[in-house]
């Protein structure tokens, strides 16, 4: 199965302020392993970045200046997801602004019903407690150290292993071959073993020579 772990960076809070996306990071996963597929794009989003905004990604808006807008990556976004699970912390934000960059450029907008919250998840599995990505991390050992600003890319490679400590893929497995394999070499073993310790007893004739061995030896000893 292929899905997507997803991440954005945006100029501000609310598309109702008319903010847009100016980071797009995405992983693909199959079978929840990291394949080679990554779609990642600075895009320019033709307004001035929010000083909170900037406290949290720590971008530009020179830095934006040279990018490209939304609607030259759309359809290549677009085949990026095609098809596969969206897995996304805190969905509502990011969909509301992807839906919204989507709608501007007359594109089809994402079901919620192909895309996957890991903070319901984490809400539902651990109710009550912190679980922002931070407090995951923390939660699942996870080395957040380069996060020093939210990017969307190291965003989408702590997410990527949070999702998959929230699934509960880090248990092993039960290999029930192997472990029919490892019993018969076991048993195979103690049979050996118990063959190993047959008693084999000596006969008449090699007790009596054993006998006058001992009487021959004992002598010598005893008189030299």
Do not use: W
């Not at 945006?10 to 597929?37: F, M, P, V």
């Not at 895009?43 to 720590?58: F, T, V, Y």
């Not at 020093?148 to 290999?175: F, V």
């Amino acid at each position: 199965m292929l899905e997507v772990i997803l991440d954005t960076e945006t100029t501000g809070l609310s598309t109702r302020e008319n903010h847009r996306i100016i980071e797009i990071g995405c992983i693909e996963l199959k079978d929840q392993i990291a394949t080679k597929n990554v779609f990642h794009s600075y895009l320019n989003p033709q307004r001035k970045i929010s000083e909170d905004a900037k406290k949290i990604h720590g971008y530009t808006d020179e830095f934006l200046l040279d990018k490209k807008p939304f609607s030259e990556i759309a359809d290549d976004f677009i085949d990026f997801i095609k098809d596969k699970k969206i897995i996304i912390h805190n969905a509502d934000f990011d969909l509301s602004f992807l839906n919204y960059e989507l709608k501007l450029v007359n594109k089809k907008e994402i079901n919620k019903k192909n895309v996957i919250d890991t903070l319901e998840m984490a809400r539902q599995k651990y109710p009550g407690a912190q679980n922002s990505l931070d407090a995951l991390c923390k939660r699942f050992n996870i080395d957040n150290s380069k996060r020093t600003k939210h990017t969307a890319l190291i965003d989408c490679e702590l997410l990527k292993e949070i999702y998959i400590n929230l699934l509960g893929q880090k248990e092993p497995k039960l290999n029930l071959k192997s472990a029919e394999l490892v019993d018969s070499k076991f048993k195979d073993d103690n049979t050996s073993r118990k063959a190993s310790r047959i008693i084999v007893k000596p006969s008449n004739e090699e007790l009596k020579i054993h006998n006058n061995y001992l009487k021959t030896k004992l002598q010598k000893n005893f008189f030299n």
